[in-house]
């Protein structure tokens, strides 16, 4: 039993990466599923497509109520929808930081505000967003990107004291480098990226990158009536990268 069965999810950024593998995994656990996406076009198979900008609150209102016609209801949000920015805090310009902070931390906020009407009416209401180790971690070049998860992680424990009276849970899980189109997008612009992709992956204790699928697993556990005494919490998907302090590998 996967804990999900007949459950009703809504996924921002449904439409790829961590998003779509969060979407296969709860059809394959017996959930319907809404992913919704500025382009939903790579959205799994068996779920509801819809096209939905985390900046827009019109628009996710919209999106919200489309996928509860739809599916009889809303019982689980995920948060997925995000998009990265590189480099130090002297890097990155106003425009940048407002862009970013606007998608990663308040359309999290947006897409549950959103959702909170149907998950109030929810016998199994969850929320799960994806924070990430560089909101722990100090990680090079990831200043803005940094702060931006730094202050999903937050909003989560906030959100799930708010919410635990009402009986609904909000949880976030924290990947490492996962193997996503995110990631391939990010290589694409280094100077060597096979060397660099090596890199990332020598970083995790586990020696490789994290699968979207691994991440998609935690997301639907946390969802899940079995994680029905988990909420405010961080669970960390990350190749082991946050708890463990390896000996340094002898250098060739
Ligand atoms: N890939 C990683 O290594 C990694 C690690 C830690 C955390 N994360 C987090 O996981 C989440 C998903 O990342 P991914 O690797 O699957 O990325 P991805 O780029 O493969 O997928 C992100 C999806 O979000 C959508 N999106 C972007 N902006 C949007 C907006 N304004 N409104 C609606 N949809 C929007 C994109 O269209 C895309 O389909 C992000 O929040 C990211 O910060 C990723």
Request: aromatic residues 2%; proline residues 5%.
């Amino acid at each position: 039993m996967s804990g999900v069965e007949g459950l009703v999810a809504v996924v921002t950024g449904g439409g790829s990466g961590i998003g779509r593998a969060c979407g296969e995994a709860f059809l394959a656990g017996g959930a319907r599923v809404a992913a919704l996406d500025l382009d939903p076009s790579g959205a799994p198979a068996g779920a509801l497509a819809v096209v939905a900008d985390v900046a827009d609150s019109a628009a996710l209102d919209r999106a919200m109520a489309t996928a509860a016609d739809a599916h009889g209801g809303i019982d689980v949000l995920v948060n997925s929808a995000g998009i990265s920015a590189v480099g130090p805090v002297e890097a990155n310009g106003d425009d940048e930081w407002q862009r970013v902070l606007d998608v990663n931390v308040v359309g999290v906020a947006r897409a549950s505000r959103a959702a909170l009407p149907y998950l109030r009416r929810s016998a199994a209401g969850a929320i799960v967003n994806l924070s990430s180790i560089a909101a722990t971690a100090g990680l090079v070049q990831r200043a803005l990107y940094s702060a931006s998860k730094g202050a999903v992680h937050a909003l989560t424990l906030a959100m799930a004291a708010d919410l635990v009276g009402e009986g609904i849970r909000v949880n976030c899980v924290a990947p490492g480098t996962v193997d996503t189109p995110w990631v391939a997008r990010l290589l694409s612009n280094v100077e060597d990226p096979a060397g660099e992709k090596a890199r990332l992956a020598a970083r995790q204790p586990t020696g490789r990158l994290v699968a979207a699928a691994e991440v998609a697993a935690a997301v639907v556990y946390l969802s899940s009536r079995s994680a029905g005494g988990v909420t405010g919490t961080a669970l960390p998907v990350d190749g082991g990268m946050s708890g463990l302090r390896l000996p340094p590998r002898p250098r060739a």
